[in-house]
C-alpha cells in the first residue's frame, strides 16, 4: 500500500460512513470498480467500525450524528454548546428546528434551535460561517428573533440558536383575526420597518414568506430567519450554477433569485410583494403545481402576475375581510374594488421581473402603503399594466435555462416549512418609526450594500468590505446636504467601533461631531450616540484616561440640553464613573454610580441591559473595597439574569460576564467565578479565534479567578500565555498589554521571580507615570508593586523609601481611601523587616485612627491594618491589647458579611484569633473557634 | 533550579524557535526522566501495578519544566516527550518479555478508547504490535502517526493535539477516527 491508496481508502471510508448502511454495497462497488483489494480494505475498516460503534444497521456513528432527516430522534436529547435540544419544533429544506434549553442556567430559557443536518464544513467553511454569524447577532430590533448563539457540532453540522417565537404565520393569523385590508396593511407595514433595519445593517432576509412571519397572540409580527441564507455555504457563491444551493422557497423567490444574478434589497421587496398579494387576495401570484417546478420557474421569469383585483372574483382562497373563503359575490366585488387602482399598483410594481423597475428599497414600497392608508398618491402607478418582460427574458434567456435545470433537481421537495410554534420572549419593545434623515442614510448604506460588483462578489459584501466602501463614498456623497453627511459620518464611526475597529471609528465620528458643530446640533441626541461611541471605543482599548476626557468634553452640554435626569446625561455619567475605575479612583466611581443608578433605572426601566452594565460595574467596585458584599453578590446575580437573553453576539451581555468573573471572584465565590470565566473565555475563543486579542480580557479574568480560588500555578500559565499572545498583536506601549504584564509581573512575584518582575513592573510605572501623570493612583500602584519587587531581590531601604513616597503622594493629593492604607500596610510591612514589630506598631498606630474615620467598618485595608496591629501586639506580650483588637476585626468582618462564617474574610479573622488564644493557653477558646472554620 | 532544568528549558525554547535538533537533543533527557520515575513507581508500588503513561508524562513535565513554563513550552515538551514515552514502553514491553516468568505482569493502562476496542486476552495492550502497525502508519500518513502517539502516550486531548500538530481539532478527529480503525486491523489481522 501508499500513500495515494492510503488517502484514497481513507477518503472512500469516509464518504461510506455517511451513506445509510443499505446504499453503501451499491456505491462502493462503483467507487473501487475493478480495485477489489481496494474494496475489501474500505469493507474491511467499515466493518470494524460498525462493530465497535454498534450500529450495523444505521451505519456508523458518524450518519447517525446527523440526523438523517428522519424523525430527528438521533438529536433529540443531544446537546450542542449549552443548549440541550428536547423537542422537534418543525423542519425544512435546510435543516430541522428544534426546541431546546440551556444546560446548568439558573433560569428557563427557551430557544429554538435550526440544526443544517444537510451541511457539514469544512475549515473554511466552518471559518466563513463564524464570520456571517457574528454579523447576524448585530441586528436587533424588536420585529426580529434574534440571533442567540450558534456553531458547529463536534461531527461538523452547523447549528443555529434564535429567540424562541410563541405565534402562529402572518398569513393565518389575517385569517384567523378577520382582519380588514387596512389592518393587513398595517401589519403588513410593521413588517417592512424589521425588514428595513436589517437593510440598514447590510443583511438582506432573502428568504420572506408567512411561514417566517410570525404574529404573537398580541398581534405583534416578528420575522424568523434573518440573513440565515447568507450565513450558508452557497449563500453567496459566485457562480450562476450555484442557486440552487442557497435555500429558498419557489413560490415567494424573485426572478433574480433563479437566475442567480445579482441580489439587492430589490430582492426582499419582490417577495414582501408576494406576501402582501397573498395576504390581500388569499392567494399566490404564482402557485407551484404537484411538486413541478419547471413551469413555475417559467411563470416567474416570464409571466406578468394578473392584477390582485382581478383574482378575488374568480379565485378561491382566503382573501382579506372573510372568514374562510367563504365570501358572497358581493363582498367579492367589494374587496376587488377595494383593491382596483392604488393597491393593484403597489403590489404589482413590487413584483416587477427587473430589480431596478421595482421599489428601490423597501422604505419605498413602505412609504407607498402609508399613501394609501392616509388617501395620499401613491407612487406606484398604472404603468404595470403596460410594462413587459420581453426585454427581461431576452437578457436572461441562457440563465433562465440554466437555473431551471438547477433548481428542479436541487429544490423538489426543499420547500417544506416549519410550522412550529414558537414563543416570544421578549417583551415587546416599540418600534421606532426611522426619521426622514435615517431614511436617506440607510439608502446611502443599502447602496453600497447592493452595488456590489456582480461579477467579483455574487452580489454580496462582508459588512467590512460595504463600510470601506461606504467611507470611501462618503468623500463626495451627499455633499448639499450636512445633516445627512454627519448622520453618515456617525453611523459609519459606530459600525466600525462595533466591529471593534476602533482607530477607524473614532476618525469618522470625530468627523461627525465637527459636522454636528457646524450644524448648530452639537447637542443633539444624534451627536449624543456619537460621543457614546467614541467612549466605547476607548473602554475597548482600556484607555480610560481619554474616556474620561471624552465624557468631561460632553457632559455639561448635554446635561444643559436636556437636563440632568435625561438618560444622556445620566449615561455620560455613569461611563465616567467606568473611567474613574478604570483609573483608580475606585471611592469616587462608586459615590456617583449610586447616585446615577437610581436614575437610570427610572427612565431606562430596571431590566434594560445599560442599567445591568452599571449595576456590575458597581458591584465590582463594591467587591473590590470588599463592602456591601450582600448587595454586590445581589447586582451580580441580578445583571446575569437580564443580560442572559441577549446573547454572545452582544456587547453588553459579554460585558457583563466578564464583570460577573471579576465580581465573584471577589465576592467569596471563586469558585463559580472561574466556572464563568472558564466558559467566557470558551465563548470568546470561538467569536473570535483562539490567541486572538478579543480573548485576551476574558483570560486575565479567568486568571484572577483562579488566583482568588488559590489556583495560582494554574493562573500562572493563563497569564504567561495571554502576555505571549499579546506580544506580537500589540504595541509594546499599548494600554492593555501594559495591563496583562502588569498582572502577570505581580504573580510573577509571588512566585519568587522577582528580577522578571521588576522589568516588567518599571515599564509600566513608566507607562502610567507618563500618561496618567506621576502621582496618579494607576502610577503609584504600579510603584507599589514595584517596590515589592525591589524587595524580594534583597535591596530593602530602595523598597522602603519608594513606598514612603507612595504614602507621602496620597496624603498630599488628598486621596485617602483604599489606596493609602494599603500602602500603609506595605510600608509598616517593609519596616518590620529591618526594625521588627515596634516599627510596625509605629507605622499603624500612626494612620490607625485616620482609617478609622475614613474607612467604614467592613473595610478589608482597616481591618488588615488592625489584624496586622493584633499580630504585632500579641508578638510583643501586649497580649490583652491584641485580643481585642483580633476581637474586633472579626465583629467587623462578621456584621459586614452577613454574618456568614464561612466567608474567606470572616475565616481569616477566626483563626488569627484562635491562633491567638492557642498561643495565650485559652485552649477552649480556641477550640471552639476551630470548631467554626472546618 | 538546576543546570539540567535550565538545559531543558532553554533546548524548549530553541525548539519552540524551531530549531528541530534540539527535539533530538530533548529526546534523551526525557526519556531519561520518564524512566527514572518509572523506575520508582515501580520499586514503590506493588508488582501488579497498573501504569499509567500519560500521568508518567504529565509528572516527568511538571518535574522537568514546572510551572514556569509558558504555554509553547508546554506544547513541545509534550510532542517530544510522546514519543520518548513510546520508546519506553516497547522497550519496558520488550524487557518484561524477555523475562516474563520472572517478573511481574504491569499493566499498561492506555487510551481507554483503543483499550475498549482491543484488548488482548489478558486486558491489556500489545505495545510491540502497536508500535509496528504505527510505525507502517507513519510511512503512508505521518501526520496521522504523530496523532495517535500524541493521544495514545501522551494522553493529549483533540484540542491540545490540534494545537500542538497545528491542524484543526476537525483534522484531528477524522485522523484519530480513521487511523484507529486501521491500527486496530493492522494488529488483528498481524495476530490472525
Known amino acids: 500500500m501508499d500513500k495515494a491508496r492510503y488517502r484514497l481508502a481513507q477518503e472512500i471510508y469516509f464518504e461510506m460512513l455517511e451513506l445509510p448502511a443499505t446504499q453503501r454495497a451499491h456505491t462502493l462497488a462503483q467507487r473501487c470498480g475493478n480495485d477489489l483489494a481496494l474494496r475489501e480494505d474500505v469493507e474491511s475498516l467499515l466493518e470494524l467500525d460498525a462493530q465497535h460503534t454498534g450500529h450495523l444497521a444505521t451505519g456508523g456513528a458518524f450518519s447517525q450524528l446527523r440526523g438523517m ?17 428536547d423537542g422537534v419544533l418543525g423542519r425544512g429544506g435546510m435543516g430541522m428546528v428544534f426546541s431546546a434549553t440551556r444546560v446548568g442556567s439558573t433560569f428557563d430559557q427557551r430557544v429554538a434551535v435550526k440544526v443544517l443536518t444537510h451541511r457539514v464544513f469544512d475549515q473554511e467553511g466552518h471559518d466563513r460561517f463564524d464570520r456571517e454569524r457574528r454579523m447576524l447577532a448585530r441586528l436587533d430590533h424588536p420585529r426580529i428573533a434574534r440571533l442567540i448563539d450558534g456553531g458547529v457540532s463536534d461531527d461538523g453540522v452547523p447549528y443555529l440558536v434564535m429567540e424562541y417565537v410563541d405565534g402562529i404565520p402572518i398569513d393565518q393569523w389575517c385569517e384567523q383575526q378577520q382582519l380588514s385590508v387596512a389592518d393587513r396593511l398595517r401589519l403588513f407595514r410593521r413588517v417592512c420597518d424589521a425588514v428595513q433595519h436589517a437593510h440598514g445593517r447590510l443583511i438582506l432576509h432573502r428568504d420572506l414568506k408567512p411561514s417566517n412571519v410570525l404574529v404573537t397572540h398580541d398581534g405583534h409580527p416578528k420575522l424568523l430567519d434573518f440573513g440565515v441564507a447568507r450565513a450558508l455555504p452557497g449563500g453567496d457563491d459566485t457562480e450562476v450554477t450555484q442557486v440552487g444551493l442557497a435555500p429558498l422557497t419557489p413560490e415567494y423567490a424573485a426572478p433574480e433569485q433563479f437566475a ?12 414582501l410583494g408576494v406576501m402582501l398579494y397573498r395576504l390581500l387576495t388569499g392567494v399566490l401570484p404564482f402557485r407551484q403545481k404537484e411538486g413541478q417546478l419547471a413551469p413555475l420557474l417559467q411563470h416567474v421569469m416570464e409571466t406578468v402576475p394578473r392584477a390582485p383585483s382581478t383574482v ?63 388617501q395620499r398618491p401613491v407612487r406606484a402607478h398604472g404603468g404595470n399594466r403596460a410594462y413587459r418582460v420581453r426585454k427581461f427574458v431576452a437578457r436572461h434567456r441562457t440563465a433562465v435555462a440554466l437555473a431551471s435545470l438547477v433548481c428542479v433537481s436541487v429544490l423538489v421537495g426543499g420547500a417544506a416549512t416549519a410550522r412550529a410554534t414558537w414563543r416570544a420572549q421578549q417583551a415587546a419593545a416599540q418600534s421606532v418609526r426611522e426619521a426622514k434623515k435615517a431614511g436617506a442614510i440607510q439608502q446611502f448604506l443599502q447602496q453600497m450594500l447592493s452595488s456590489a460588483d456582480p461579477l467579483r462578489t455574487g452580489g454580496n459584501v462582508s459588512v467590512r468590505e460595504a463600510l470601506d466602501r461606504a467611507a470611501t463614498a462618503l468623500d463626495t456623497a451627499f455633499l448639499g446636504e450636512p445633516s445627512i453627511r454627519a448622520g453618515l459620518y456617525s453611523t459609519v464611526g459606530q459600525t466600525y467601533v462595533s466591529l471593534g475597529a476602533v482607530r477607524e471609528g473614532d476618525r469618522f465620528l470625530d468627523s461627525a461631531l465637527v459636522a454636528y458643530e457646524q450644524l448648530g446640533e452639537s447637542w443633539s441626541r444624534e451627536a449624543y450616540a456619537a460621543h457614546a461611541a467614541r467612549a466605547y471605543g476607548h473602554m475597548l482599548e482600556n484607555n480610560f484616561a481619554e474616556l474620561r476626557a471624552t465624557v468631561a468634553d460632553a457632559r455639561p452640554g448635554f446635561e444643559q440640553a436636556f437636563g440632568a435626569r435625561d438618560s444622556t446625561t445620566l449615561q455620560l455619567g455613569a461611563l465616567d464613573a467606568v473611567g474613574a475605575f478604570g483609573t483608580g479612583s475606585v471611592r469616587e466611581a462608586i459615590d456617583s454610580l449610586d447616585m446615577i443608578l437610581p436614575k437610570l433605572r427610572s427612565t431606562l426601566g430596571s431590566s434594560a441591559p445599560n442599567v445591568a452594565f452599571n449595576e456590575l460595574v458597581l458591584a465590582n467596585l463594591l467587591a473590590l473595597q470588599a463592602e456591601r458584599t450582600d448587595e454586590a453578590v445581589k447586582l451580580v446575580e441580578n445583571g446575569l439574569r437580564i443580560v442572559e437573553p441577549l446573547g454572545i453576539g452582544n456587547a453588553t451581555y459579554l460585558a457583563v460576564q466578564g464583570f460577573a468573573v471579576e465580581g ?9 467565578a472561574v466556572a464563568l470565566g472558564r466558559s467566557l473565555v470558551a465563548r470568546h475563543e470561538e467569536l473570535w479565534g483562539e490567541g486572538s486579542k478579543s480573548t485576551f480580557g476574558s483570560r486575565r479574568l479567568l486568571a484572577l479567578a483562579l488566583l482568588e480560588n488559590r489556583r495560582p500555578d494554574t493562573a500562572l500559565l493563563v497569564l504567561a500565555a495571554v502576555v505571549e499572545d499579546a506580544r506580537p498583536l500589540l504595541a509594546d506601549d499599548h494600554p492593555l498589554r501594559i495591563m496583562l504584564e502588569q498582572d502577570y509581573a505581580t504573580l510573577l512575584l509571588s512566585f519568587g521571580r522577582a528580577s522578571e518582575a521588576e522589568t516588567l513592573l518599571r515599564k509600566a510605572h513608566a507607562f502610567h507615570a507618563a500618561r496618567d501623570g506621576d502621582n496618579s493612583p494607576k502610577a503609584m500602584l504600579a510603584y507599589q508593586n514595584l517596590a515589592g519587587a525591589v524587595q524580594a531581590q534583597g535591596r530593602t531601604d530602595e523598597a522602603i523609601a519608594m513606598v514612603e513616597s507612595v504614602v507621602e503622594s496620597h496624603r498630599a493629593s488628598g486621596r485617602g481611601g483604599n489606596d493609602l492604607f494599603f500602602a500603609v500596610l506595605q510600608l509598616a510591612e517593609l519596616r518590620n523587616t529591618t526594625l521588627g514589630d515596634s516599627a510596625t506598631l509605629a507605622v499603624i498606630d500612626e494612620y490607625l485612627p485616620t482609617a478609622r474615620e475614613r474607612l467604614p467598618r467592613g473595610n478589608r485595608a482597616l481591618n488588615m491594618m488592625l489584624a496586622r496591629q493584633g499580630q504585632a501586639l500579641l508578638r510583643t506580650g501586649r497580649t490583652e491589647e491584641a485580643e481585642l483588637v483580633l476581637h474586633e476585626v472579626r465583629e467587623n468582618y462578621l456584621a459586614e458579611r452577613g454574618g456568614n462564617a464561612q466567608h474567606p474574610d470572616v475565616k481569616f479573622a477566626t483563626q488569627a484569633l484562635a491562633a491567638l488564644y492557642e498561643q495565650t493557653g485559652k485552649l477552649a477558646e480556641a477550640e471552639r473557634l476551630r470548631d467554626q472554620v472546618p | 533550579m538546576t543546570s539540567d532544568d535550565l538545559a531543558i528549558t532553554r533546548l524548549l525554547s530553541n525548539y519552540a524557535g524551531g530549531d528541530a535538533a534540539a527535539a533530538d537533543q530533548l529526546m534523551p533527557l526525557i526519556y531519561a526522566e520518564l524512566h527514572g520515575i518509572a523506575s520508582a513507581l515501580m520499586r514503590r508500588e506493588r508488582s501488579d501495578h497498573t501504569w499509567q503513561p500519560t500521568l508518567l508524562v504529565h509528572d516527568a513535565f511538571l518535574r522537568m519544566v514546572g510551572n514556569n513554563a509558558s504555554w509553547r513550552s508546554r506544547q513541545h515538551f509534550f510532542a517530544v516527550a510522546a514519543h520518548a514515552m513510546r520508546r519506553l514502553l516497547v522497550d519496558h514491553a520488550r524487557a518484561t518479555h524477555a523475562q516474563k516468568r520472572g517478573g511481574g505482569s504491569e499493566r499498561v493502562e492506555l487510551h481507554p478508547e483503543l483499550l475498549a476496542s482491543e484488548p488482548s486476552d489478558d486486558g491489556s495492550i500489545d505495545i510491540e ?34 494545537e500542538v500538530l497545528g491542524v484543526s481539532p476537525a483534522t484531528v478527529k477524522r485522523d484519530w477516527h480513521f487511523a484507529r480503525r486501521w491500527l486496530q486491523r493492522e494488529i488483528q489481522r498481524d495476530r490472525s
Open chain 1, 664 to 672: 465573584l471572584a471577589r465576592l467569596g465565590r471563586p469558585q463559580e
Open chain 1, 312 to 374: 378575488v372574483l374568480t379565485q378561491p382562497g382566503e382573501p382579506a375581510g372573510t372568514s374562510g373563503g367563504s365570501l358572497t359575490s358581493t363582498e367579492r366585488r367589494e374587496l376587488r374594488n377595494t383593491l382596483r387602482g392604488d393597491l393593484d399598483d403597489i403590489v404589482l410594481m413590487a413584483l416587477r421581473k427587473e430589480a431596478d423597475q421595482r421599489y428601490r428599497t423597501v422604505d419605498e414600497l413602505a412609504a407607498d402603503i402609508d399613501a394609501y392608508l392616509t
Open chain 1, 69 to 85: 432527516g428522519d424523525g430527528g430522534d438521533a438529536w433529540t436529547g443531544r446537546r450542542l454548546g449549552p443548549w440541550s435540544l
Open chain 1, 260 to 271: 442567480g444574478t445579482e441580489l439587492s434589497a430589490a430582492t426582499d421587496v419582490y417577495q
Open chain 2, 129 to 162: 504490535a502497536l508500535d509496528l502497525a504505527l510505525s507502517q502508519l507513519a510511512q503512508l500518513d505521518e501526520r496521522q502517526a504523530r496523532v495517535v502517539e500524541l493521544r495514545f502516550f501522551a494522553g493529549l486531548d483533540v484540542t491540545e493535539t490540534a
